[in-house]
């Protein structure tokens, strides 16, 4: 079939993407789902730095991609082995399958699967091969979901059912910043209820991580960020107090768990300075690959302390996605209030500078469909 979607072009043109246009709207032929896969009509897809970071080069992937990770939208059909999902039913999309089989999947969410690494690296799908071509030449699968287009193929470890009361932009939300963010705080961070919680980088996905920790209840949650406005709103969230990276090394104000969020090495040092003794600085922002911090390894003895990577929030989609979706059911987790602007696909160039400018927390795709 004929769909309509989000291709970059080429990695590294100079900013602003406005100007210099790496990503171009084109008509591409998707290929019917095969055994285990899933055609997705799509509803909503949030604009994340981790496209961004593929734009700009920090995340080297193949070229073209169809990008867009962070997505949700009703099941059209479904392949011959599909289990537990029915057309009909709302999915969140998740950025990195899980096979269930490997030895990684076996840590219970500790682990990136070693088979979708490999398949999320070499931009195809999970099953092997790719579903997408343009002028008779394949495109490239972002993540394994490519959810700036308004259909998509995706293998079934890539989406997790959600209640159909759930809006599309908050079951999209739920898929990556939340999943992210809220899952660096409950399965790396691992705060005790009388913690004292730190989240530094508030963007997307960072304000999920606070607000997942102000639905917690922690006996402290603080925001940092070089932005006022985005310390405006983390006060907004409910958190206690909020600092700019001077004004916490200022006051020496420290954390028993902080949640690094905003994928720069000197981010990492703030967290790494802010975290008290015997805490646990986790850090799930993704810099230039080649980029460097210097942290005393003394004091990671001295102090007992921990440094955890999390990725994909350390998470199991299948067991975490439904327990923030409770939440949200509650009125304890309003992702919805993340949500900065909602755009269309035509926009997405421009969205990648408000992004890389820190003007947007989270800016939302929209696909109408009324004339498909």
Known sequence: MKITGAVLEEIGREAPYAQSEPISISELELAAPGGTELLVRMEAAGVCHSDLSV??????????????????????????????????????MTFLPRCENCDHCAEDGRLPCSAGSVANTEGRMLAGGRRLTRDGEEVHHHLGVSGFADYAVVDQAS???????????????????????????????????????????????????????VAQGYHRVI??????????????????????????EAEGIKAHRVVEC??????????????????????????????????PPAIITGEARSIIGSYLG???????????EQLWREGRLPVDKLITSRIGLSEINQAMDDLAAGRAVRQIIEFDHQES
């Open 55 to 92: 734009v700009n080069g920090d995340r080297a992937r193949p070229v073209p991609m169809l990008l867009g990770h962070e997505a949700a939208g009703v099941v059209e059909s479904v392949g011959p082995e599909v289990t537990g999902i029915e057309p009909g039913q709302r999915v969140v």
């Open 314 to 324: 350390s998470s199991v989609p299948k067991r975490d996605i439904p327990r923030y």
């Open 262 to 295: 905003a994928g720069h090495p000197k981010a990492f040092e703030t967290a790494f300075k802010a975290t008290a003794v015997g805490g646990r600085t986790v850090t799930i922002g993704f810099p230039h690959p080649e980029s460097t911090s210097a942290i």
């Open 223 to 248: 925001g940092v960020d070089m932005a006022e406005d985005k310390l405006t709103m983390a006060r907004e969230f409910g958190a206690d107090e909020v600092y700019t990276p001077e004004q916490l």
């Open 159 to 213: 989406v997790v059912p959600v209640g159909s009361d759930v809006p599309p932009e908050v079951a999209a939300v739920l898929g990556c910043a939340v999943l992210t963010g809220g899952g660096a705080l409950l399965n790396a961070a691992e705060p005790r209820p009388k913690d004292t919680v730190m989240v530094i980088g508030l963007g997307g996905v960072g304000m999920a991580a606070l607000l997942t920790a």
